[in-house]
């Protein structure tokens, strides 16, 4: 037995320990924090504006979303130069991925589309992304 039952702590023993558990806790609270506020990158408040670019699917369309911060979204689509804004759905952006979903109202009943969209950069006024062999490249409109 390293300590045996009639071992008795002494008064320095004690504080040594409680200094150690308390610097322990303090290290881990630096090192959430600093993680936190450096290193985890923006939350989903940094897509909320309007964002227009292309998206190449067949020879690079025009294309432009404007993320409220309600979460939900309008899809903006520049036809014969006039832009072309339809009330979409609702986003949600965590991670390294954007979710779209789309209410779709059709013959056979209402039903909903999810995009999932891999950011591959984001810059404060570009983001990068790509889904299902769509790439689109987005720049802040504001």
């Known amino acids: 037995m390293l300590f045996p039952k009639s071992h008795a702590w002494t008064i320095l023993q004690k504080r040594f320990i409680a200094a150690t558990v308390v610097g322990a806790i303090a290290c881990l609270g630096t090192g959430i924090y600093v993680y936190e506020h450096y290193y985890r990158g ?26 409220r911060a309600d979460h939900t979204y309008q899809k903006i689509l520049p036809i014969e130069g006039k832009d072309f804004v339809s009330p979409t759905g609702k986003w949600y952006a965590g991670g390294d991925f954007l979710y779209l979903r789309t209410r779709l109202d059709d013959a056979s009943g209402p039903y909903d589309k999810l995009e999932i969209w891999h950011i591959d950069s984001m810059m404060p006024t570009e983001v990068r992304m790509h889904y299902d062999g769509l790439h689109a490249s987005l720049k802040r409109a504001e």
Not at 42 to 62: A, E, I, Y
């Open 42 to 67: 923006p939350d989903d408040s940094f897509f909320v504006g309007t964002w227009r670019g292309q998206q190449d699917s067949l020879g690079g369309d025009d294309i432009g979303y404007h993320f």
